[in-house]
């Protein structure tokens, strides 16, 4: 509401400036547009005083009117059809028009399916700055940069991202066997994928200070309210046992279900039945495994996906390899200690398979 407050004191103020000029009718408009968007005593004032501007010039040119010929009436209308052009440019028209054309988020942020999540935004801004409707008033500025904050909002998240490479925004191109699976991704699709934040507030947070303050208010008030109503709940229900273990069955039950409902990942760094498929990434040919329906069903960048899986197993190769040279290093202490030369020479021998995997890739900034 509060929004809709400053957009309304916008509408005032525009009208003010119409009534000075002698855009009665302007002003009116704009002091209509503003009561609607919120209803204040001011905007009926000032709308009130317009139209009885507007009653006395009106019987003072009724002479005048007559006496005008159809050259003047065309001439007005001129003057006032290249006023309210003058508030766009052509440019602006036009990418508006480009957005709301976009059947791929990809495409409505200019950014290619490889591109980095610093590019995605990096583009989002670019196009927020072009399209907000405090600078741009072409006739559908506010529809396209809605659909702008659409697609960056779903781009920007990882997860969904992901399922948007693999199955767009169309519940028809999921495969009907993740219909039951991933019924919760299929409603995501349906509705394009909605963003957590609106288009403003997503606005807000790439150009203004953080998650915006009204949304903050609401979940702190909506955590306080929870709270005492759990507090309620407890007191109430302290004699009700039997109520206490019907709620924690539930909640078991909705745990089950949601487990059953995640979707499986796309690929293994280790063989399984599910599996079986060996493939190795183009730039540190690290094997990985995939499913026999893989090139068939995933949509989404093979290059952007390699990149995960090769930060994925460096990282558990370094963890690994931490493990291994621990454990080398605490049975040679112990052999030196306690044992003799035989027990120090099978300490030594102790493999460190993960460290010679990044050796042998030449990630040796990762051994030590």
Same mark, same amino acid.
């Given at each position: ?53 507007e009653s006395e ?101 990882p997860e969904k ?7 767009? +925004? ?10 039951? @699976? /991933?019924?919760?991704? *299929?409603?995501? %699709? =349906? ?22 303050q009204t949304r ?90 390699? +990149? ?10 370094? @963890? /690994?390899?931490?493990? *291994?040279?621990? %454990? =080398? ?40």
């Amino acid at each position: 509401m509060d929004g809709n407050k400053d957009e309304a004191q916008r509408c005032i103020n525009i009208a003010l400036d119409a009534a000075k000029s002698g855009n009665l009718q302007r002003a009116e408009k704009f002091l209509r547009k503003a009561d609607n968007l919120y209803p204040s005593q001011k905007a009926k004032d000032l709308l009130a005083q317009i139209q009885s501007r507007e009653s006395e010039t009106k019987d003072t040119a009724d002479g005048v009117r007559k006496r005008n010929t159809n050259s003047n009436s065309e001439s007005s209308q001129a003057k006032r059809n290249e006023a309210a052009s003058s508030e766009y440019t052509k440019e602006q028209s036009e990418l508006c028009e480009r957005i709301l054309r976009c059947k791929d988020y990809y495409e409505v942020l200019r950014v290619t399916k490889d591109a980095t999540d610093t590019e995605i935004k990096r583009s989002y801004k670019k196009l927020a700055l072009q399209l907000h409707p405090d600078k741009n008033r072409a006739p559908r500025a506010v529809e396209a940069f809605k659909a702008l904050g659409t697609a960056a909002g779903c781009l920007t998240d990882p997860e969904k991202r992901k399922h948007y490479d693999l199955f767009g +925004n169309k519940p028809d191109k999921i495969p009907k066997r993740h219909y039951h @699976q /991933n019924h919760e991704y *299929e409603h995501a %699709y =349906r509705t394009g994928f909605d963003s957590d934040f609106t288009a403003e507030e997503l606005f807000n947070m790439f150009f203004g200070n953080g998650f915006p303050q009204t949304r903050t208010t609401s979940n702190r008030q909506y955590a306080s309210r929870r709270d005492t109503q759990q507090q309620q709940y407890h007191q109430n229900h302290q004699q009700q046992p039997s109520l206490a273990f019907g709620l924690i069955l539930v909640l078991v039950l909705i745990s089950m279900l949601a487990s059953f409902f995640t979707s499986d990942p796309v690929y293994s760094l280790s063989p399984t039945s599910k599996y079986s498929i060996v493939q190795r990434t183009h730039h540190l040919n690290v094997p990985y495994y995939v499913r026999d329906t893989f090139k068939k069903e995933y949509q989404g960048s093979l290059h952007r996906l390699e +990149n995960t899986i090769e930060e994925e197993y460096i990282m558990v190769m370094k @963890q /690994n390899c931490m493990r *291994e040279r621990s %454990y =080398r290093d605490l049975m040679i202490a112990r052999a030196r200690s306690f044992g003799g030369a035989s027990q120090m020479e099978q300490a030594k021998a102790l493999k460190v398979t993960s460290c010679d995997n990044l050796a042998r890739l030449g990630l040796t900034k990762y051994i030590y």
